[in-house]
């Protein structure tokens, strides 16, 4: 029986994925023929979703973008056996957007039926957790120190470091948090290993509770996600059948048990400590470090709190090792990053690399430049709080120093791309605007400041003709960021300026500083 996948990611199925497997099935029952219909995950190439696959003798053929309408004709063609038709793009591994990737998190994405365990074993899952149960803790901490992996949500802070705190912090309850709530602009990474191949995250969280002594861990679950919330469930209860989750995890006397928790729909519960309030069942508001959570977070009780992406990347670490895991990369940033690219641009979809690469080469040799045909002109890494970066960044590598150096962020590793139309002094009063709508209240710098910085962006807008004015109100902008950098208690407000400012020095024009200055003279 011929086997054919056709994905449930949410993004295929915003795009029709659902009926096209409905269109597939009723055709070849009109025909008489049998197939095997498997709803797997995206691999990530949503420009051309619904994403269909055929298994051959060779390997998966790819037809894509398969709508209902050309199901006859792909039947026609005989496309169950790989048949000629204009969809059809040969080889799905050989295609070279996929080719040219080099996916370690992401390495069953679209491969896998999501919810079926003996799939994900049948392609090296639980290998990593085999390999950590005949490890001490601090054998298994040890790895993912060595491994050089950081923190994917967007702070970059050494993983291993994090989890060896909660190893040797006291505490008869210790917490397993994944964060979750992935609510950058054009991010959608965590969503995608939630909703494509969930046992990963489940087996790198297990992992992760064996290291530090943690028996409970809970997934904050971003809201809007009913489907990623759908599919976790499931491939939990199925986690806890197998003995992979419980109270003695593969008969090793090890426990972990595991729940998902939904989010509250705030854009500041991403933050760690905020988060840890909401999960409590409190107001998501940003708590004052010291102490740390990794001493006392959830309930008071010492919490690794880590993002969907870390977890899920502990398994292949624990596979592979260590050494495997840091050859890849560069500088102190090591391994992979899911690169998630998105906005104005032809070929919108995930893109996991080594770091080193550069925005150019994702922009044009995967993106395909701009959906519209014109220059990009911008993009933001890093989501609402990352630095809008101009043409002349491009070449600059992924890689968390070489992007700090031009005071800008990789975050969670989206990438937002805007074509030269774009005014890039209305990004910068909405970077405000978002701030002022999503802040938690608790500091004045990010309350206060960022409502002012709405309104001053609007009077340096209005004020371009008067020279004097003008000059007043950019240098009033620029005090009021150097405020909130430094005074704000969390990122919200203290990484808001940095898309303001950035926006200010690569595209004066759009605030009319270039004509000001001419005035003036």
Known sequence: MVKVYVPRDSTALSLGADRTAKAIQAEAGKRGMQIELIRNGSRGLFWL???VEVATSEGRVAFAPVQPKDVPSLFDADFLNAGAHPLNLGLTEEISWLKKQQRLTFARSGITNPVCLDDYVAHHGYKGLNNALKMTSAEIVKAVTDSGLRGRGGAAFPTGIKWNTVLGAKGEQKYIVCNADEGDSGTYSDRMIMEDDPFVLIEGMTIAGIAVGATQGYIYLRSEYPHALKTLNEAIAKAEQAGYLGQNICGSGHAFNL???????AYICGEETSLLESLEGKRGQVRFKPPLPAIEGLFGKPTVVNNVISLATIPIILDEGAQYYADYGMGRSRGTLPIQLAGNIKQAGLVELAFGATLRELLYDFGGGSATGRPIRAVQVGGPLGAFLPESQFDTPLDYEEFSKIWAVLGHGG??????????????RYAF????????????P????????AEVIDRIVANRGNAKEHGKQVQLVRDLSDTMINGSL??????????????????????????AKKAAT
């Open 49 to 51: 979703e619904p994403f």
């Open 259 to 265: 729940e998902v928790r939904r989010a509250a729909g």
């Open 415 to 428: 990438i937002v791309a805007f074509d030269d139309s774009v005014d890039m002094s209305k990004m910068a």
């Open 433 to 444: 605007e978002f701030c002022a709508i999503e802040s938690c209240g608790k500091c004045t």
């Open 446 to 453: 990010c309350r206060i400041g960022s409502t002012r910085g």
């Open 490 to 515: 969390c990122a919200l407000g203290g990484m808001t300026p940095y898309p303001v400012l950035s926006a200010i020095n690569h595209f004066g024009e759009d605030f009319g500083i270039e004509s």
